[in-house]
């Protein structure tokens, strides 16, 4: 009997034991350590947001201040008489320089020398008598505080003033020209006669620069967080300043300027509140981790030193498994451990002596079943032969009947083959043809028999009376004309051998084939059942007879053996008829 051994994998109880106690480490571990970085991520968190709140008040008073300044020099030029005159005043070109030089250019560079930033003052005038100043651009970037007096004309046209004038807007902050280009922003207002608030005598523009009115905050960016200076009350944004990797995700923190419609508003990146956490997070996890490694050496130590003997215990179970019946446990103390080796030790003997009986009675029923088997076919064919005879004496043919008798006495001398169930395959066709050979004596030469044979299977060995049944199954059920044409081939593909009878008689139905194969004695076919059956009980499941048969057109009986030029060993005796069921 061929024993099957297993042999898996296992994880020791041991060991076992050690994932619960791993998996407390690993939660009080990853506890402490989520508690203290959440508790300084807090603490960064607020430490950070103060200081840029702080920063941001500071700056936002800066800008209140300074655009408030502005405010007052427009208001100081706005309400100023002497200014209002020299504007309306009227004469040659050489009083008008005078008056230029001497009432409106010291109102214009007073303001420049007490603002601490570099602004920049035009004063657009609607007066022709009044020239304009040369000088640079007031488009450029504002590098220095300096004025400008230019003529209502070089501002009529523009785009920005004409939109003021549609709005009935004035004094007012916005961008104009190239004031968005340089992170400029200006205050625009109209100049009116005071005894005449609609008359129109002027425009006042002062420009500065957003970084002085932002300060220091104004590098922000280059720090990791964004700024935007923007006016709530258009949603326009006069300045954006975000670093390259600004995330997704960041904390706003605005200021209103007072008396303004404008804000500050800094985007600070959760990545810059946590930066210095990280550095914490990633100590508290390497010592977490490292905490959490001395204790699985300790829990491995501990486990390895309490699992020797239940070791011991699993590798004698593995013997067992692998057909060692004969070893036994030998453990001392007074615990668990030795009880289980005394139990284990009484079932191995139990077991080893079950297991031999057990295979004796298999192997015993196994003979019988082919015995059996084998007892079934030979008088089966016998009766037939006998009739056949019985009927050729009756009519008086004599030597048909001697014929039939010597053929009759050589099939049955190769049948019986000394009381051997393996014959060689060369002996099988013998026997095959000697049954022919009996057949021609009844049917003349009424059928024609085509046998092929590859040389180098002749002298394997097989079960003997495997042909002759679906031979005769050939005369009995298939013969439905005047001739009939037999082929018997036998030859290895791979590492089987291959056997078909093939016929040209009338063919059958599938539900004949099946209980050809798997019908009882009442199915007309009892010996293919019974070839089948020893086949499969002989090698195994995988072996056995393949019937394919088109009704008119024949049958084709294929019997699939494995190829072995010597005696096929004892197979499982639960092996058939597992795969049986």
Known sequence: ???????????????????????????????????????LVKSRTEVAQTGIRSALEQTRNNAEYRMAEIQRISDQLFGSLPFQRALTKHGDRLTMYLTVIDEVVPM???????????????????????????????TGPITKSDYFILSFSALQSSPWFQKLQSDQADNLWFQADMDREHDNVALFRKLVLLTDNRTVIGYIKITVSLDSLLGNIIKYPEQGLGLRFYDQRTGQTLLERLP????????????????????????????YLNKDAKRLQVTIGLICAASFVVMGIIG?????????????????????????????????????????????????????????DVYSQGVQKKQAELEALQAQINPHFLYNTLSTISSLSNLGKTREVTEMVKLLSRFYRLTLNEGQVLIPLEKELDQVGAYLDIQKVKYADAFQVFIEMDPEVKDVQIIK??????????????????????????????????????DTGIGMRPDTVDKALHGGAQSNAYGLKNVNERIKLRYGADYGVQIASIFGGGTTVHIILPFRMDAFPEVDVTDYSRNKT
């Open 108 to 138: 214009l560079q007073a303001p420049l020398e007490l603002f601490g930033s570099p602004i920049r003052l035009t004063l657009y005038t609607t007066n022709p008598d009044i020239g304009e100043s040369s000088g640079s651009s007031d």
């Open 244 to 271: 390259g990797d600004m995330d997704d995700t960041f904390l706003n923190l605005r200021e209103v300027i007072e008396g303004t419609t404008f804000a500050i508003e800094v985007r600070v990146p959760l990545d």
């Open 300 to 356: 491995f130590i501990i486990a390895t030193l309490s699992g020797r003997r239940m070791k011991r215990i699993v590798s004698f179970i593995r013997y067992f498994q692998d057909g060692k019946l004969d070893r036994r446990i030998s453990v001392s103390g007074n615990d668990e451990f030795e009880l289980i080796a005394r139990s284990f030790n009484r079932m191995a003997s139990s077991i080893k002596q079950l297991i031999q």
């Open 1 to 39: 009997m061929k024993r099957l051994s297993f042999t898996s994998r296992y994880m020791p109880f041991t060991y076992k034991m050690m994932i619960p106690y791993l998996l407390l480490v690993l939660v009080t571990d990853a506890a402490i350590g989520y508690a203290s970085y959440t508790m």
């Open 465 to 502: 009376l495997l042909l002759q049944p679906f031979v005769e199954n050939v005369f009995k059920h298939a013969w439905f004309g005047d001739t009939i044409a037999i082929r018997i081939t036998a030859k290895r593909v791979g590492e089987r051998l291959e056997l078909k009878v093939i």
